[in-house]
């Protein structure tokens, strides 16, 4: 087998309404693509695509495995964001070597990264 690219990222959520107001209003995200009744909602990154889905028990929301990460423009103004939104981090902010990040829950709990890559030149070694 050999992957060519990521397709997809999918999250799976259980209110299709809830999930939108919070992908879209909160995170701000646009839609690219509503398929299957508005079951399927999809969003465009950059070259990616993050999906959330309401598509029944065979596959539920999670905090454990999986997540997406979301790489933001300004880190500190994002998290200031969810913040006053009163959106629940799982893991408060932190840098590491090579970013900053933040875990947050949506509204089903599954885990989403908020990140920011360093510039290389702000890169640090690990050791």
Request: glycine share 8%; hydrophobic share 40%; proline share 7%.
């Amino acid at each position: 087998m050999k992957v060519r690219a990521l397709a997809f990222v999918g999250i799976p959520v259980t209110d299709m309404k809830r999930a939108r107001a919070f992908y879209e209003g909160v995170l701000g995200l646009k839609v690219s693509e509503e398929m299957m009744g508005g079951k399927w909602v999809e969003y465009s990154l950059g070259n990616n695509t993050l999906a959330i889905a309401s598509v029944g028990p065979q596959w539920l929301p999670s905090d454990q495995g999986t997540g997406a990460a979301l790489e933001v423009e300004n880190f500190g103004e994002a998290v200031e964001s969810l913040k006053d939104r009163h959106v629940p981090f799982t893991t408060e902010p932190f840098e590491s070597p090579c970013c900053w990040m933040a875990i947050i829950k949506d509204p089903d709990g599954n885990n989403i990264v908020i990140h920011k890559l360093k510039p290389e030149n702000e890169k640090e070694p690990y050791l």
